[in-house]
Every structure is written in structure tokens, then in C-alpha cells.
């Protein structure tokens, strides 16, 4: 009787870790080196649809959902059980001058007006480049927008670089398209589980629990080849694959840190707000910059 529910207890803990998988970007109708468009988005859905794993698509309208070959692309998804959220029309910079709140507020209405009929919808909005405002009047305007839209922002917990691996994997499969893709899924999977485990110890330094984490990944020619091996490889470590809707449901997602500016995973921003220095969780960790030279050897 106790040495089953010792076993029991023990399992629980050791899948403690979940992670939801969201999408940025996409439909992309852009031509890759590898792979068309259909085929692109088929495969991410294939990844995630075989392993049981509903991600959210964050819709970002000029990449392809404006025209209906990326409208139907964006239908797919949702058809096949994936969620789909607001990423904007044309993905400006809300932290930038020329940015205004009216001019921000229209293009998160233009990308709802397209997906909100979509199969999957859900009114989640995230931030293009997860930047939130770099004035108070910019950042407590947008959030009173949301609020009366009825939106919750899709924040991110753990902020990766896989867009900078694509387009350098990308510019090397066009000199060589017979390239060796096995030392990118390297890479790739060493990075991500590398941030995983630098965002989480810092949910633990704030919340002294575990968080659900939301993971971004963007739709694109690199999770079209290994977003399988990268389900895989957190399911192998212990971290049990959820829905961005369930993740969110946290409270370390319901939160509005008063910091400015607002850039970056939502626990970045909390541990400000909270006076909670970064600089040892992230001591150590390959920079975007690391990353990139990493790439560019391959
Ligand atoms: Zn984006």
C-alpha cells in the first residue's frame, strides 16, 4: 500500500514540468528553401496532431492570412484542432515612437476581424516581438483596449531565438541544399532545452512553484523539419505537453507588470516589477548573438 503510493506520489512529481507550444508569425506563404508553404503547414500540424499536442497559432495577417491560399492555411490548423490568436496585421513595433496606440489598436482589430470566424479562435493577443509599450500612457492604453475587447494577452514564458536559427539554416540550405540537417536539430533542441531550464528556475525564483510554461516557437521552415523531435525531447525530460488555454489559466499569466519598457517573457518583466535581479538566472546563458555564431559555423 505505501510502496504504491510512494511510486505514485514520486511519478507526479517528476512531471511536474508542462509546457505549451505556441506559434508566432504564421501562416507563412513565403517561399523556403525546403519544403512549400502547404507542405510547411501541414507538417507542423502533423507534429502536433500525432503526438496529441494542440499548440496556438499567434496570426500574424500580412505573412499569408490576408489572401486566401494563407487564409486556408490558417483554416487548416484550426480545422485540425489547433488554436488560433491575434499577432496582428503587419507586426509593427509597439515599443517604437512612430508606433501610436490608435495605429496599434487598428492593426489588432484588422487581424480580428480576418481570424475571428476562424474554427479554433480564441481571443488571446500577443505582442509582436513581446513588447508591450515603452510609455506609460502607450502601455495602460492598450491594456484598457484589450480589457474592453474582451482579450487576454498571450504571454510568453520562455523566449527562444528558433526564427534566427531558421533564417540562417535557410541561407545555408540555399548555397547548399543537400546540406547536413542533423547538427541544426542539434542546435536547435540544445538551445531550446537550454532556455527552458534558465526560464524556469527563474518562475521558481518568483512563484517558488512550478509554473505551466508557454514556449515561443514560430511557424517556420525549422518546425516544420523538427518540431517533432522538440515535443519529444521535453516529453523525454518530463515535461508534459498542455494547451496554451490550460497554461494561462495560471496566475503567473494573469498579471500586469507595471515596468517600462515591456519587453520580453512575462517573467522577465514580473521579476522587475518585483525588484527580482535577472542577471544570475541568466548569467551563462547563450545571447542571440552566441546562437547566431553557432549557426553560422554549421
Ligand atoms: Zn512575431
Redesign the pocket.
Known amino acids: 500500500m505505501m510502496k504504491s503510493f510512494f511510486i505514485i506520489s514520486l511519478s507526479t512529481f517528476l512531471s511536474a514540468q508542462s509546457v505549451a507550444f505556441t506559434f508566432?508569425?504564421g501562416p507563412k506563404v513565403a517561399a523556403t528553401p525546403l519544403l512549400d508553404p502547404v507542405s510547411r503547414n501541414a507538417a507542423i500540424l502533423n507534429h502536433l496532431t500525432s503526438r496529441g499536442v494542440q499548440g496556438m497559432f499567434?496570426v500574424?495577417l500580412k505573412n499569408g492570412a490576408d489572401h486566401p491560399a494563407g487564409l486556408a492555411l490558417a483554416k487548416t490548423l484550426g480545422e485540425g484542432g489547433q488554436l488560433l490568436a491575434n499577432?496582428t496585421v503587419s507586426?509593427p513595433d509597439f515599443n517604437a515612437e512612430a508606433t501610436t496606440l490608435e495605429t496599434f489598436q487598428t492593426e489588432i482589430q484588422g487581424c480580428d476581424a480576418v481570424i475571428r470566424t476562424l474554427p479554433g479562435f480564441r481571443a488571446y493577443f500577443r505582442f509582436?516581438?513581446l513588447r508591450e509599450g515603452a510609455t506609460e500612457a502607450k502601455r495602460e492604453g492598450i491594456r484598457a483596449y484589450l480589457r474592453a475587447q474582451h482579450y487576454r494577452i498571450g504571454y510568453v514564458s520562455i523566449d527562444t531565438c528558433d526564427w534566427l536559427i531558421d533564417a540562417k539554416l535557410q541561407t545555408k540550405l540555399e548555397q547548399n541544399p543537400a546540406l547536413d540537417l542533423s547538427p541544426w536539430r542539434s542546435l536547435y533542441l540544445g538551445h531550446l532545452w537550454e532556455r527552458a531550464q534558465v526560464y524556469d528556475r527563474l518562475a521558481k525564483g518568483i512563484y517558488g512553484r512550478e509554473i505551466p510554461h508557454v514556449l515561443l516557437l514560430h511557424h517556420n521552415l525549422l518546425n516544420a523539419l523538427f518540431l517533432g523531435d522538440v515535443i519529444d525531447m521535453f516529453q523525454a525530460k518530463g515535461w508534459k505537453p498542455v494547451s496554451a488555454e490550460a497554461a494561462f489559466a495560471d496566475p503567473a499569466y494573469q498579471v500586469e507588470p507595471r515596468v517600462l519598457p515591456v519587453d520580453g517573457s512575462v517573467l522577465e518583466s514580473s521579476a522587475q516589477a518585483l525588484g527580482i535581479p535577472l542577471n544570475p538566472y541568466f548569467k551563462g546563458m547563450r545571447s542571440e548573438r552566441r546562437i547566431g555564431e553557432e549557426a553560422g559555423k554549421l
Open positions: 508566432d508569425d499567434f500574424t499577432h507586426h509582436p516581438y
